[in-house]
């Protein structure tokens, strides 16, 4: 199936021409009706000689209803202008094309109704040279009369070729359906309608509806039932306990986690200069009309806080309009470039930005958003349209290559003036270099951990971390003192001697220089396999005297090298008698 949707000037036979081509009543209102005029979006189909479908989707074209005429067109690929032979170009016609334009609607087609009143070639040629200077470019035209039924061939091999020009929909997408229609049928329940231009929905699909979870109860098509339905694609959709009054125009079914809904977006302006916009305008884009006050930035780029979130993506248009404007309301277009954008709190922000989003295309592209945010989660990045086409470095986070390489740089820096401001400490916290960096997830900081660094039990140590001279002269000291009876440990006298108080042992045994057998008690590091050949001397099993004595030590350092011992698997205690132990 492929969806077009009408264009053109009230009275200019839209609905007319449709009615014709495929043997549907468009107007749904009894009013709309009675009065020849269209009111709000009707829907119609057809089959083409190429035995694809059409669908349209009809809007009105009258000045006054032209936000329904939007929220027709927002979300459609294709559109069929309609002029009239005898009427020309006219203010809504040029409203409408306007409108086309802003929204960056690149297919389309001309067809020159009434063509049996008057000769189409003035109105045809007119109409031809303003679509030439928009987004839509040069197109076919179709000369017809709706009713006459002349024409209507050539204007359905039109349509066929104007379907095979359009770009194939992403059936593997995510969903994103403006509803602009919703409705209540008895015994099923609330039912809405949209236009499915990328994405699946199947029948008990959970979806989301302005951030709540809902499921599909059942689906159609054309106004046939089905299980599942495809791009692109009229579709109506009937949800689960959902209120009427929930799921009005301008509402968005989503595929769960994949949209960030957003009330404050960075954009350029396109035509129109910024400064020439009012302060508050209404934002268009799918089906929704959401009022939002402007910012001016640069020349063309602006900021735009919406009246309510919008699930928006990097490179999305919409259109802006100022419904209490004189004349023609549709301001222009603009291209979405940020719906994540920093604060402008300080002073000089809003220009610095403006520079930034002068270098900004609207193409998302993982390499320029990592450029521009350092850091970021991945989903994150894919939640605001973005393509991820690189690993991360450290769990669900992405860099910037530059950037990273910066904070290795820094970590570096960091932890070697920590070592040296605190030599007693093993490194630095990798906590306070966290902060230091200003890195929202400690995972950062041990991925950003390479050679000298290394990281051990929370801290950061510098690979050239020596120990300090008077900690070395120390130890050294210790261990001459060991070196002909290793298990004399020096008592407390000795170590204050030495400068070894709580810190600088603490700081010794970490650096893997002593053994710390219990408080006040210091070994060299072989101590536990030197005991271990000393007492496998003793007949099995021993006392604490024997080992005491084979060890050469007091019992002050025999009880607990003991029981460290124990705790290492070397030696444990009888079962039947705590006061001896055996080797292992």
């Not at 002068?358 to 994150?380: F, N």
């Not at 929370?458 to 210790?478: N, S």
């Amino acid at each position: 199936m492929h969806v077009v949707a009408t264009a053109g000037h009230v009275d200019h036979g839209k609905s007319t021409l449709v009615r014709a081509l495929t043997g549907m009543e468009p107007d749904r209102w009894a009013e709309e009706r009675r009065r020849g005029m269209t009111i709000d979006l009707g829907f119609a189909w057809t089959a083409l000689p190429s035995g694809d479908t059409v669908a349209f989707v009809d809007v009105p074209g009258h000045e006054r209803f032209v936000p329904n005429m939007l929220a027709g067109v927002g979300a459609v690929p294709a559109a069929m202008l309609v002029v009239a032979a005898d009427g020309g170009w006219m203010p809504q016609s040029e409203e409408h094309l306007t409108a086309l334009d802003a929204l960056g609607v690149r297919h389309g087609l001309l067809a020159v109704t009434r063509a049996d009143l008057a000769p189409p070639g003035p109105a045809r040629d007119q109409a031809l040279d303003r679509i030439a200077r928009t987004s839509l470019g040069r197109i076919p035209s179709v000369a017809v009369s709706g009713a006459t039924g002349a024409g209507l061939p050539e204007l359905r091999h039109a349509l066929d070729g104007l379907v095979a020009s359009l770009p194939a929909p992403d059936p593997g997408a995510p969903v994103r359906l403006w509803v602009d229609r919703a409705f209540t049928v008895r015994g099923a329940g609330t039912v809405v309608t949209g236009t499915l231009g990328a994405g699946h929905l199947r029948t008990g699909d959970e979806l989301e509806l302005d951030g709540r979870p809902v499921r599909i109860r059942g689906l159609q098509s054309l106004g046939e039932t089905t299980e599942t339905v495809g791009p692109v694609a009229r579709v109506a959709v009937n949800l689960r306990g959902v209120d009427r009054d929930a799921a009005g125009r301008g509402t968005v079914l989503l595929t769960p986690g994949v949209f960030v809904p957003t009330d404050e977006l960075d954009l350029r302006l396109d035509g129109l200069p910024v400064a020439e916009l009012p302060p508050s305008v209404t934002v268009h884009v799918g089906s929704a009309a959401v009022v939002a006050r402007i910012r001016p930035l640069g020349p063309d780029t602006l900021r735009l806080r919406l009246a309510r979130p919008l699930p928006l993506h990097l490179g999305d248009r919409v259109l802006l309009r100022d419904p209490g404007r004189a004349g023609p309301r549709v301001l222009g277009g603009a291209t979405v470039l940020d719906v994540r954008p920093p604060a402008l709190g300080r002073r000089g922000a809003a220009a610095a930005r403006a520079t930034t989003l002068s270098a900004m295309t609207g193409v998302p592209d993982v390499h320029d958003e990592l450029r521009r945010r350092g850091l970021i989660r991945r989903g994150d990045l894919a939640r605001m349209g973005v393509p991820v086409t690189v690993a991360p470095v450290a769990g669900e986070w992405l860099a910037d290559p530059g950037h990273w390489s910066a904070l290795r740089a820094r970590l570096t820096d960091a932890a070697t003036a920590y070592a040296k401001e605190h030599p007693l400490e093993p490194g630095a916290p990798a906590e306070a270099l966290r902060h230091l960096l200003g890195l929202p997830d400690i995972a950062l900081v041990e991925a950003l951990v390479t050679a000298p660094l290394s990281y051990r039990d929370g801290r950061i140590l510098p690979g050239d971390a020596g120990v300090p001279p008077a900690l070395a002269r120390a130890v050294a000291a210790v261990r001459a003192d060991l070196s002909d009876t290793p298990f004399a440990a020096p008592d407390a006298a000795r170590l204050a001697e030495l400068g070894l108080g709580r810190r600088e042992s603490a700081a010794a045994v970490r650096a893997g220089l002593l053994l710390r057998v219990a408080e006040g008690v210091l070994l060299l590091p072989d101590a536990i396999p030197e005991a271990a050949r000393r007492l496998a001397a003793l007949s099995s099993p021993f006392t604490v005297s024997e080992a005491r004595q084979a060890l050469g030590c007091s019992r002050r350092v025999a009880v607990p090298l003991l029981e460290l011992l124990d705790t290492h698997g070397t030696t444990r205690r009888l079962p039947t008698d705590e006061n001896r132990r055996e080797l292992l």
